[in-house]
Every structure is written in C-alpha cells, then in structure tokens.
C-alpha cells in the first residue's frame, strides 16, 4: 500500500513539474505572443443585418438595420464608416448593391426592388471593407424569397429533383488514426440542403456490420469507432426504404487524436492520443480561444501514447471556442470547436393590446434588461407588418446568430432550436454541430509567421474609398508616381488627391460623399503621356460557398399574392418618398480649402465682358501675365508682402481643377458668381500648389463649361442618402381621409434605444388592412448582450 501512494505521489509531483514547466516554456510564451500579435492586428469585425421582412414583391422597399461589433466581445465597434449591401442570385450576380454610412457600429438604410427581378429566393449579404481581407463565408449572409407577379412563373421551378444524399464524417480532431478510438460525427443532407432521417450501419472489408448508428438532430449525429488496417463504408436506408453507400475517411498510420468531454461541471477534459515515431520526448501545445480572446496556452508531455489537459471552463468566453493542438514544430494537427452556453440573456418585453381597428393609434412599450443586473442601454431595431398567408423562411435571430451560426461553416439549419431548448440531449445535439460544422476565421499559417500579415484592405475608419487605376492611353501599361485629382460637382466644393503606385494605383478617401454623383478624374498634365482610367467596384469579387435553397410558392396562395401586388402598388402611387434632411448647408458653405484669404461676389462690382478684365480691375491677389501666347496667374505670398509665386496656382471652377488659363480666360465671366482666393501655399495630399483660385457658378453647374476631353467623367454612387419610413399620422380627426393606406410594411423603426431605465416608446397608427400582424423585436445591449422578441395583434375593420 506504501509502495502505491509513493509512486502515485511521484506521478503527481511529476505532473505537477510538467505543469508548471509548461506555463514557462519558451514556445508557449512565443504561440501567445505571435497570437495576440496576430489578433492586434487583424481586428475582427462581425455584421448582422435585421431585415424588415422575409418575403417581398418587386416595387416594394427592403429596410434595413445593420449591428456591426466586434467579433471576440459582440460589442458596437466603431471602426468602418461605409458598410456595403447586396442582393445576389444562385450564380452570384449582383442584381441590387448600394452603400451605407456607419456610425458607432450601427446604420440603416433601404433600396426599391427593381421590376428586372424574376421570382425566386436570392442571397443577400453585408460587409465592410476590411471584412474582405477574411473568408467571404464571414460576411453576414441572409436568404429572401423576391416574387413577380408580372411574370408568369412555376411556383416549383426550381425545386431540384431528388437524387443521392451528401453524407459526411467529420473526425473528432480531423483525423481518424489507427488503433486510437475516436468519435466521428456526421451529416447527411437532402438536394435542398435540410437534414434527413435515416437508419446506417458501419461495414469493414468483410461486409461484417461493427455497429449502427442514426442522426439525433437534422441529419447530424455520431458515432464510436476504432479504425484497424483495412477501409470502412457506411450503408444508409433513408425513409423510403432506399439504401446508399459512403466511404468511410481512412485512417492515418501515424498521427494524432483527440477527444474532448466534459471531466466535471466546471473543467473540460481534453485528451491527446498520438501514434507516432520519435526517439526524442514527445510534447504537444494547446492553444484555446474564444473569438480570439480568452486566450489559454499549455504544454503537455505525450506519456505513453496520450497527454490530458484539463481547462477550467470559466476561463472561456461563452459561445463557441476553438481549441487546437499543436506538434512540436507549432503545426496544427487536431482542431475542434467547443461551445458553452451564454449565461446572461437579453430579456425583451412588449406590452402593446392584443385588438385594434384601422387607422388606430398603436402604443408599443419596450422594457430590455438582463437577469440580476442594473439596467444597460439596448439599440433595438422593430418590424410590424401583416402575416398575409404568404409565409417564407424567418430570418435567423441576432442572438443565436451572434452565439453560434457566426461562427461556423456552412448553413446551420434551425439554429434557434439550441437555444429554444435546454436539455443535456440538446448540449450533445450542439457538440454534434461543433464538429460538423468547422471554422473558418483564419488560416494559422498567418499566424505562425516572421512578419505581421499585411491586409489588403483598409478599414474605412473616416470615408469611402475609391480606387483607379491609370493607364498610358498609348500601350496601357500603368503609369506609377502620377498625381491624380478627384473631384465632383457639390455644395461645398471638395477635391482628393493620390499619387499613383507601381502599378498606377490610386486610392482617395472621400468624406460626406452622398448620393449618386459625376466624378471627375485627371492626372499631372505636365507629362507628355495621354492618360486613361479604369474605375475599381469597391463590392467584393470573392462569396461563399453557401447555395440558395430552391424556391417554391404556394398556388393556392394566388389570391393572397394579388392583393398584396394590388397594395403594392397602391402604396406606392399614394405614399410619399421622405428623406431624412440633413443640417441646413448655406449656399456660401466653405470649400474644402477653408475660408479664403479674398472672397469677391461678383454681382457686388461693375460687370465686365470679359474674364481677363474682371481680374485686373478688381481680383487684388491675382497678377495675369501672358507668356508665349498663354495666361498665366500668379499669386501673391501673403507672407511676404509684395512677393508673387512664380508658379501657377491651383485653378478650380466648382471644384474641379482647370489646368489651362486659357481656358478660364475665355469663359463668360458673367456666369460666374464668386471668386475666392488662397494667398498661401496649400498642400493636398503629396501635392503642393502655390495658392489657389477658385470660380463658382450660380447653379455649381460648369454653366456649359467644356472640361478638358482628357478628364475622365463617370457616374459614382455615393453613400445613399438615409430614408425615412413613411407612417401617416391620423390624430387630427383625419381617420376618414380618401386617401388608401393599404401598408403591408405597417411600422419600421431601426433606431429604438431603452432609457436609463430599460425602457422605450414607439407609437403608430394601423393602415386600412385587416387581419394579423406580427411584431418582430431585437436588439443588443452595450454590453453585448443580444435578445429578440415576436409578438403579433389583430386589427379589424373600423365603423364608420
């Protein structure tokens, strides 16, 4: 009995200095330094996207509310200013695509529905700019069912037909080795993507069955096995009673295994088991994770074909960790996913009757609070329109989006269902979908590098970005350290410059760029080379590989589908457009350039015919000079009294740069209406000009002024302008008004923020259709905390 307590005294003092080595070891210190590193740099945006139906008709507007945070906290981030929304088809056609502002980590916006769509489910993404230098998968993605009524369609058309199923395993760890027992999760999916039911069974070589196995939960379920010398196939009866058959992965001769399970309540047991050839000392790292934070580092010595590592469970975050084994030579060889359910949860309340009648004023009370703590500030978005029989696919919630499906790959079907029910076979169902469903954050080759990963693509943290590129017109090849100017035609005038790159690339940041405009571009004149520009899309060139389900409508839906194109329209002849109206702009707002040294109204003076007069009679800090047969301006230094630059300055008519003198002198001086100066050198970007002068027109319209044909002039859309939804107001006896209000979108309200107390108001008035309405509620907290809540109320006919 002596001699067992000593030796198990020496295995725990042995495990004990192996312990306590690990968390001194150099390669631990080096994995969590080039981590952290790594995840310094590379920020991790996450996007969701509350849209305020699932089902829509051309001609009808999509509303939006994008909740853009950080990907390890949930928190607002408030680092991109531009966010980009599209609408895509099977084949990854972008059909609709617009811009739109963030700010603090939230923006709204809206786009109409062209008539150019066919009837058919579509994909619709979000994302930033710096989201691009991630795996597309990562952008936030959403399925909508778009229906034409115009068009004659088959409501089944493209309903797939049936054929053999797609069944996957997925190794615990990734790899099965051999003579090591390993759990092997799998998948089976139909044509459309659901998970089926059926019954399997695992054969060897010999046709002998060592087991049978079935899915616990949409096609998704599990089973034991230890792989021998010889492959293994799987045969599968579906409901039908027709039977497939799957190889199984073979197994690795060396390698390693692990297995994850929970040891106690509180401490999660991770077992390493490797088949592997080494005379030296066997040690494999730990590295686990939380969305890049929470980070845990260990060594453990392979003793014997296996090494534990048991983590207290508390020193991760909730949600989905990722825990990853690592050979001596920091090589990946085992991963899985781990997830651990939040605690804290948003709890939504609304108090609203439960009946009203058209055109009644609607009181909608909000209460947000999470469980044993005080009252945070929660940013809700809400959505109220009819149930009209016209059923698709909900949108998935921000919760279980955020806690879960964010964060795997591929198409989680009903991922509400986890969280819905709490149950230990749920907890299993769960860990079923760890391993099924994989990780696609980042590639550890990124991390395990001598230099910081550079990324391609800038956050947007003041403006939009516009990229071109410039070419010698002549043979196309780019044009490198050329200076470029941006310029369009608006109150206040603003203009970019760039300095092209080896490749004749330029990038301007443009501020306050709002609404569809006419870009102009132009490079230095002073080369002797005639330049072209090629304008990049800043959508991105890279999607998932998540396909559209196949859509179908309900034919005995007719009748429904027309009334609802009969209010489509209605609504759309009747109800205003509103735009949210920006700070009133003084029609003398200040150029880019701030405020002129010399500012001359011409309509002030006497007006003279011509350009070259009103400069020399009345324009003090402009001397006009003409040297071989060509104007040129010179300016005065106001720094040094009397002194004139000896270059021409920058010339501007509203605010696109004019590189001819010639040209300004010859243009009507009675369509200008101001003048103003800069009497100083004036530095824009890398560029330097010696003062500027600048002319506006009344309309800041060129007034028929003819650019040069070398500028480049193209269409841009900017920012789109915020819309505001339209909700007519009957509270002044006009509840009897002709006017139809036929709304299936009755309320949206992207801007919903609780007080201090956790409370909030939101009023409106029902439209002219009767029937049920649902209320769709979800929101974050500044904690990050997110929570949903639906609801629905009935409105009858009103008596007049």
């Known amino acids: 009995m002596k001699a067992r307590i000593a030796v198990f005294l020496c295995f725990v003092i042995s495990v004990c200095c192996f312990q306590a080595f690990a968390q001194d070891d150099a390669m631990v210190k080096s994995i969590q330094q080039r981590f952290g590193l790594y995840t310094g740099n590379m920020i991790q945006e996450k996007m969701y996207v509350h849209l305020d139906r699932p089902f829509y008709l051309i001609g009808e507007t999509v509303w939006f509310k994008a909740y853009n945070l ?154 034991m096995h230890t792989p021998q010398e010889g492959s293994y196939k799987a045969v599968i009866t579906d409901s039908k009673g027709q039977q497939y058959e799957y190889a199984l992965p073979a197994a690795a001769e060396q390698g390693y295994a692990m297995q994850v399970t929970d040891s106690t309540s509180n401490i999660l047991k991770i077992t390493v088991s490797g088949n592997v050839e080494s005379d030296e000392p066997v040690y494999v790292y730990l590295l686990g994770h939380t969305r890049q934070a929470n980070l845990v580092a260990e060594r453990k010595f392979l003793n014997k074909g296996r090494a534990v590592f048991l983590l207290d469970k508390n020193k991760f975050g909730e949600g989905i960790s990722h825990l990853t084994i690592f050979n001596e030579k920091t090589k990946p060889v085992c991963e899985r996913l781990y997830f651990r359910r939040p605690q804290k949860q948003l709890s939504i309340e609304a108090r609203l009757n439960k009946s009203f009648i058209t055109r009644e004023k609607v009181s909608l009370e909000l209460s947000a609070n999470v469980a044993a703590a005080a009252p945070e500030m929660t940013d809700m978005s809400v959505a109220i329109y009819l149930s009209d029989s016209i059923h698709a696919q909900p949108q998935q919630d921000i919760s279980s989006y955020l806690w879960l499906t964010s964060d795997l790959r591929g198409n989680v079907e009903t991922p509400e269902y986890y969280f819905q029910n709490t149950s230990k076979e749920t907890d299993q169902q769960l860990d079923n979908l760890m391993l099924t469903h994989g990780w696609r954050k980042f590639k550890w080759e990124n991390v395990f590098v001598s230099q910081a990963v550079q990324a391609e693509f800038l956050p947007e943290y003041d403006g939009h970005f516009i990229h071109a590129k410039i070419l010698n017109k002549a043979d196309d090849s780019p044009v490198k350290g050329v200076e470029a100017f941006l310029a369009a035609l608006d109150v206040p005038a603003r203009l970019y410059a760039a300095q092209s790159d080896e490749d004749g690339k330029v990038m301007f940041e443009v501020r306050k760029f709002t609404g569809p405009k006419e870009i102009t571009l132009q490079a230095d004149q002073s080369r002797n080379i005639t330049y072209r520009f090629e304008v990049a899309s800043p959508f991105s060139k890279q999607f998932s590989a998540v396909t559209l389900p196949p859509f179908y409508f309900d034919k005995t839906l007719e009748n429904q589908l027309l009334t609802r194109s009969i209010n489509m329209q209605t609504a759309n002849a009747f109800q205003p457009t509103v735009f949210t109206q920006p700070k009133a702009l003084s029609s003398d707002s200040l150029a880019f350039f701030g405020v002129p040294d010399e500012k001359y109204m011409l309509d002030d003076f006497t007006r003279f015919p011509t350009m070259e007069e009103v400069l020399r009679e009345y324009v003090r800090g402009v001397l006009v000079r003409k040297s071989q047969k060509e104007f040129h301006f010179r300016m005065v230094d106001k720094l040094l009294p009397n002194t004139f630059y000896k270059t021409d300055p920058l010339i501007l008519l509203d605010g696109i740069p004019i590189f001819s003198a010639d040209k300004i002198m010859q243009f009507d001086p009675l369509k200008i209406k101001k003048i103003e100066l800069m009497n100083a050198r004036y530095y824009l970007g890398s560029a330097t000009f010696t003062g500027i002068v600048s002319f506006s027109t009344y309309q800041n319209d060129l007034a028929g002024f003819e650019l040069d044909p070398n500028v480049f002039v193209t269409p841009y859309e900017g920012i789109q302008a915020e819309r505001e939804f339209y909700s007519p107001k009957y509270d002044s006896g006009n509840a009897a008004s002709r006017i139809p209000d036929f709304r299936n979108l009755l309320h949206w309200a992207p801007d919903v923020t609780t007080d201090a107390s956790g409370k909030a108001l939101i009023e409106f008035y029902t439209s002219d259709q009767t029937g049920q309405y649902d209320v769709i509620i979800q929101g974050i907290t500044s904690g990050g905390i997110p929570g949903i809540k639906k609801l629905s109320f009935e409105v009858g006919k009103r008596n007049f």
Not at 194 to 211: A, R, S
């Open 70 to 223: 950080s990907g390890s906290s949930h928190r607002f981030l408030d680092m991109s200013k531009v966010a980009y929304f599209e609408v895509l088809d099977a084949e990854n056609n972008a059909l609709i695509q617009t811009k739109f502002a963030l700010s603090g980590g939230k923006g709204n916006g809206s786009l109409l529905i062209p008539s150019t769509l066919v009837s058919g489910v579509y994909k619709v993404r979000c994302y930033t700019n710096w989201m691009k230098n991630f795996d597309p998968g990562y952008y936030y993605e959403t399925f909508v069912s778009i229906v034409n009524p115009f068009v004659r369609f088959d409501p089944g058309r493209t309903v797939k037909a049936e054929g053999k199923y797609d069944l996957q395993f997925f190794p615990e760890g990734g790899h099965l080795v051999r003579n090591i027992k390993s759990k092997v999760a799998f998948r089976a999916t139909s044509q459309d993507g659901l998970g089926i039911n059926f019954k399997g069974v695992l054969l060897n070589n010999q046709n002998d069955t060592l087991q049978t196995f079935s899915p616990q939960k949409n096609g998704i379920g599990f089973f």
